[in-house]
T-cell receptor, first 113, second 112 residues
Framework: NAGVTQTPKFRILKIGQSMTLQCAQD?????MYWYRQDPGMGLKLIYY???????DKGEVPNGYNVSRSTTEDFPLRLELAAPSQTSVYFC????????????FGEGSRLTVL | QKEVEQNSGPLSVPEGAIASLNCTYS??????FFWYRQYSGKSPELIMF????GDKEDGRFTAQLNKASQYVSLLIRDSQPSDSATYLC????????????FGKGTTLSVSS
């Protein structure tokens, strides 16, 4: 059972480049999330989805886009990368009824130079 | 915007002692509260959740909730070096419980 899988694990981008962080879960969870974690800081919610075709903004959505075409996948798109987007990105999923327990991927470390 | 506040620490305790971690939240309407543990370089994992005022115990861990004071705490009894990690407090972002917002975390160091 793979759980939540994120790719890539590491990536270096130049300012202005774009990329997509991939996230897939095999637990049939309806709820999926993207968080970012800056050094010494907690998790900040970027976007979340309560089901296929439904997405909503979190605390820090600017500079990012998401889509949810299937229950399994929830990619995060970075457009025009900026140094402020240097961070560790965590994808998570949870059961439908309540965000009681989130299952996190291993994280994707992104550096923008 | 909802806020969750934690003392970043580090909190240092000797092995066998009780570690007390605290968290305050801004939204009086918050209903659900969670403690996650994050080892360095790893992803967070759930330790406990609590919904009702009072104490909830699970092994060496006790979560305490006081909604009137908007205060949540986590007690770790008989602390072990393996408990050394960052502890993140989280609160439901909305009444529907669709997402969690997290505090900055408290780093705990248990010395042997």
């Amino acid at each position: 059972n793979a759980g939540v899988t994120q790719t890539p694990k590491f990536r270096i981008l130049k300012i202005g480049q774009s990329m997509t962080l991939q996230c897939a879960q095999d637990m049939n969870h309806n709820y999926m999330y993207w968080y970012r974690q800056d050094p010494g800081m907690g998790l900040k919610l970027i976007y979340y989805s309560v089901g296929a075709g439904i997405t909503d903004k979190g605390e820090v959505p600017n500079g990012y886009n998401v889509s949810r075409s299937t229950t399994e996948d929830f990619p995060l798109r970075l457009e025009l990368a900026a140094p402020s987007q240097t961070s560790v990105y965590f994808c998570a999923s949870g059961e439908a009824r309540l965000a009681r327990e989130l299952f996190f991927g291993e994280g994707s470390r992104l550096t923008v130079l | 915007q909802k806020e969750v506040e934690q003392n970043s620490g580090p909190l240092s305790v000797p092995e066998g002692a009780i570690a007390s971690l605290n968290c305050t939240y801004s939204d009086r309407g918050s209903q659900s509260f969670f403690w996650y543990r994050q080892y360095s370089g790893k992803s967070p994992e759930l330790i406990m959740f609590i919904y009702s005022n009072g104490d909830k115990e699970d092994g060496r861990f006790t979560a305490q909730l006081n909604k009137a004071s908007q205060y949540v705490s986590l007690l770790i009894r008989d602390s072990q070096p393996s408990d050394s990690a960052t502890y993140l407090c989280a609160v439901n972002m909305n009444q529907a419980g669709t997402a969690l917002i997290f505090g900055k975390g408290t780093t705990l160091s248990v010395s042997s």
